[in-house]
């Protein structure tokens, strides 16, 4: 396993295994990883040829008073991880070769990034799609993976890649959850044993949404009430949002009767948690 620093770098290697054919998956991450990465490692290296990850905390996507300088990192113990993986190749770029002096190009997925977590995180899928455009670009991978935890997110890229007729295939791939069901997250290494409990507010209130549906309610605003109120009986918790919409655009809906995305964002002390299910073709997917 290689580690690059450099554009120059990563576009050689990428070159030359595609003289001999290889097909190309691509893991773009901040690192810390966790089993939710290693999934998304895991499922490229089934699925291709050759494999890179790329490590790097892009600032572009912080706000100025989120965590962008606390952010946790830990090269060495992502390498020993990505090596046992199999991983091909790291790129993990200093800020300064992703966005050099005079930088000024961004890319913005209008309307999609302003819903959910857009409204409390304004200017972070802008960050999100510049970087991840600039990573293809370098990398030039067949297939891209991203974990369905970060929805809005997957839901963004599909349309970037749509819209400005990238030649990559997005891959969105499961939640993976501790044993207790939080989603796995970087952030959830910020939590306090109590908040750390406390957290379980996220995913009991998707089980009980899931529930709901399949009993057959498809009342959005009863289910989305219902949630609320499990997370309100969690004195750590603080809502940001819980939201049912509609998986392409992003939209509220009234009732369930199309592929909906039922998502939520809680402050749990002050570390900001994420979680969702989908209801796709009348399935749960959790
Ligand atoms: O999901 C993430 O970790 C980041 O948003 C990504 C896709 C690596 C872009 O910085």
Same mark, same amino acid.
């Given at each position: 396993?290689?580690?690059?620093?450099?554009?120059?770098?990563?576009?050689?290697?990428?070159?030359?295994?595609?003289?001999?054919?290889?097909?190309?998956?691509?893991?773009?991450?901040?690192?810390?990883?966790?089993?939710?990465?290693?999934?998304?490692?895991?499922?490229?290296?089934?699925?291709?040829?050759?494999?890179?990850?790329?490590?790097?905390?892009?600032?572009?996507?912080?706000?100025?008073?989120?965590?962008?300088?606390?952010?946790?990192?830990?090269?060495?113990?992502?390498?020993?991880?990505?090596?046992?993986?199999?991983?091909?190749?790291?790129?993990?770029?200093?800020?300064?070769?992703?966005?050099?002096?005079?930088?000024?190009?961004?890319?913005?997925?209008?309307?999609?990034?302003?819903?959910?977590?857009?409204?409390?995180?304004?200017?972070?899928?802008?960050?999100?799609?510049?970087?991840?455009?600039?990573?293809?670009?370098?990398?030039?991978?067949?297939?891209?993976?991203?974990?369905?935890?970060?929805?809005?997110?997957?839901?963004?890229?599909?349309?970037?890649?749509?819209?400005?007729?990238?030649?990559?295939?997005?891959?969105?791939?499961?939640?993976?959850?501790?044993?207790?069901?939080?989603?796995?997250?970087?952030?959830?290494?910020? #939590?306090?044993?109590? +908040?750390?409990?406390?957290? %379980?507010?996220?995913?009991?209130?998707?089980? *009980? @949404?899931?529930?709901?549906? =399949?009993?057959?309610?498809?009342?959005?605003?009863?289910?989305?009430?219902?949630?609320?109120?499990?997370?309100?009986?969690?004195?750590?918790?603080?809502?940001?949002?819980?939201?049912?919409?509609? #998986?392409?655009?992003? +939209?509220?809906?009234?009732? %369930?009767?199309?592929?909906?995305?039922?998502? *939520? @964002?809680?402050?749990?002390? =002050?570390?900001?948690?994420?979680?969702?299910?989908?209801?796709?073709?009348?399935?749960?997917?959790?």
């Amino acid at each position: 396993m290689e580690i690059a620093k450099t554009i120059e770098e990563v576009r050689q290697k990428v070159a030359d295994w595609k003289k001999s054919g290889f097909k190309i998956g691509f893991v773009p991450t901040m690192g810390y990883l966790h089993e939710g990465h290693l999934s998304l490692v895991r499922e490229s290296k089934k699925r291709t040829d050759r494999t890179v990850v790329s490590i790097f905390v892009n600032p572009t996507q912080f706000g100025p008073n989120e965590d962008y300088q606390i952010y946790p990192r830990d090269l060495e113990r992502d390498q020993k991880l990505l090596l046992e993986e199999g991983v091909d190749l790291i790129f993990y770029p200093p800020v300064e070769v992703m966005y050099p002096e005079g930088y000024k190009t961004y890319v913005e997925v209008k309307e999609l990034q302003d819903q959910l977590c857009g409204r409390s995180r304004p200017g972070h899928f802008r960050g999100v799609c510049t970087v991840v455009l600039k990573l293809f670009n370098i990398v030039q991978p067949d297939e891209a993976y991203f974990g369905w935890k970060d929805a809005q997110q997957v839901i963004i890229i599909q349309k970037m890649v749509e819209d400005l007729n990238l030649s990559v295939k997005v891959i969105p791939r499961p939640i993976i959850r501790d044993p207790d069901g939080l989603a796995l997250s970087s952030r959830n290494t910020y #939590l306090r044993p109590e +908040e750390r409990k406390a957290a %379980l507010a996220l995913n009991r209130s998707l089980d *009980l @949404a899931a529930e709901l549906i =399949r009993k057959g309610e498809l009342n959005a605003e009863i289910i989305r009430r219902r949630m609320l109120e499990l997370i309100e009986q969690e004195p750590l918790a603080r809502v940001d949002y819980v939201e049912i919409v509609d #998986l392409k655009n992003l +939209e509220k809906v009234e009732k %369930l009767d199309r592929d909906v995305l039922i998502a *939520l @964002a809680v402050y749990v002390g =002050r570390t900001r948690l994420i979680d969702n299910l989908r209801f796709i073709s009348g399935e749960v997917e959790k």
